[in-house]
């Protein structure tokens, strides 16, 4: 499975990991697999042994860092729950960041490693700048969120490929409806 990494956050980018949020629900953190590859797709760890309780303690975070990045962006207060565990997983050690003798960088830890980046990365959000400009993409069936760093702040998709192009085709569509149906009354 490839992960669509649209945002520099490691915890927006985590949210995500759950698409179509109240329509289809769809699992993307099926097994420990897949978060094996979500993990190193987004740079955090090289490889990564999953366990179920590995990846049940997985989603719950999610979970939380969902909840929490929805209270930033409807400005609201977030649940204790959710900061919690979000602070739990923070306490732990991140990943082993390490320069070889070859000069290839690696990156190693466990399931723990891995979630500690996430939940830190969400803790920063929730007193960083960009909190003030956290928006849910504008694309009805995804439900991503994203740092709006657009100059105007009016970006409206998590990116242009994907939701982006979906919606300009779409309005590309119906102007050329628009217009057939302008020339046949003519």
């Known amino acids: ?37 979500w993990a190193r797709e987004a740079g955090l760890v090289d490889d990564l042994v999953v366990t ?5 303690r997985a989603r719950a975070l ?7 990045v929805s209270a930033l ?21 991140g990943p082993v960041v390490r320069l070889e003798e070859d000069g290839r960088l690696t990156r190693s830890g466990d399931v723990a490693a891995v979630l500690s980046v996430v939940a830190t990365d969400c803790l920063d959000l929730c007193v960083s700048p960009d909190r003030h400009v956290l928006r849910w993409c504008d ?10 760093r657009s100059r105007g702040g009016r970006r409206r998709w998590c990116g242009m490929k994907g939701c982006g192009d979906r919606a300009k ?12 149906a302008t020339t046949a009354r003519d």
């Open 73 to 93: 962006i409807e400005s609201r207060p977030p649940a204790p729950a959710d900061v919690a565990a979000l602070n739990a997983a923070a306490a732990r050690r």
């Open 62 to 68: 999610r979970e939380a860092v969902f909840g929490v």
């Open 1 to 37: 499975m490839t992960f669509e990494l649209v945002t520099d956050r490691p915890a927006l980018n985590f949210v995500p990991t759950i698409a179509e949020r109240g329509t289809t629900n769809l699992e993307r953190l099926r097994t420990g697999d897949d978060l094996r590859e």
């Open 139 to 148: 694309d009805e069936r995804c439900t991503r969120p994203f740092v709006d």
């Open 169 to 180: 085709a779409a309005a590309y569509r119906e102007r050329r409806r628009r217009d057939d």
């Open 52 to 56: 179920p309780a590995d990846l049940g």
